[in-house]
C-alpha cells in the first residue's frame, strides 16, 4: 500500500507564507490526480486545490483562489502547496491525498475520489 507523506506545515503570521509538500513512498506511484484538503478545528474536511498528474489542469477552492498554488514534480511524483497571504481561517490540518490511475471523470473537489490519504501537516496562522 503506497504512503503519501506531507511536510511543510508550522506556525506563520498572518500574511506570511508557507510552502507544503507531499511524496509517495513509492516514487513510481502512478495516479490520475492529487489534491490537498484541510480540516479546522471544529468543522469538516474541505477541497482545498486539485491537480491532475499527466496534463497538470487544477482546480482551486473559492476561498484560496489567487493565494495557493498547487503544483507537482513529475519524476519525484511530489505534489506542493504554495500558499501566500496566509489568513487566520487557513488555520487547519493539511492532507494530501491521491486517486488510483483510473480516475478520469471523477469529481476531484471530493474526498470520496480519492484512495490514498496522508496522515496531514499542521498549519497555525496567527493573526
Known amino acids: 500500500q503506497v504512503r503519501l507523506e506531507e511536510s511543510g506545515g508550522g506556525l506563520v503570521q498572518a500574511g506570511g507564507s508557507l510552502r507544503l509538500s507531499c511524496a509517495p513512498s513509492?516514487?513510481?506511484?502512478?495516479?490520475?490526480?492529487m489534491a490537498w484538503f484541510r480540516q479546522a478545528p471544529g468543522k469538516e474536511r474541505e477541497f482545498v486545490a486539485a491537480?491532475?498528474?499527466?496534463?497538470?489542469?487544477?482546480t482551486y477552492a473559492d476561498s484560496v483562489k489567487g493565494r495557493f498554488t498547487i503544483s507537482r514534480d513529475g519524476p519525484s511524483s511530489t505534489l506542493f502547496l504554495q500558499m501566500n497571504s496566509l489568513e487566520f481561517e487557513d488555520t487547519a490540518v493539511y492532507y494530501c491525498?491521491?486517486?488510483?490511475?483510473?480516475?478520469?471523470?471523477?469529481?476531484?473537489?471530493?474526498?470520496?475520489?480519492?484512495?490514498?490519504w496522508g496522515q496531514g501537516t499542521l498549519v497555525t496562522v496567527s493573526s
Open positions: 513509492e516514487p513510481r506511484f502512478s495516479t490520475y490526480a
Open positions: 491525498a491521491a486517486t488510483g490511475w483510473s480516475a478520469s471523470g471523477y469529481q476531484l473537489s471530493a474526498g470520496t475520489s480519492y484512495g490514498y
Open positions: 491537480i491532475t498528474w499527466r496534463n497538470g489542469v487544477k
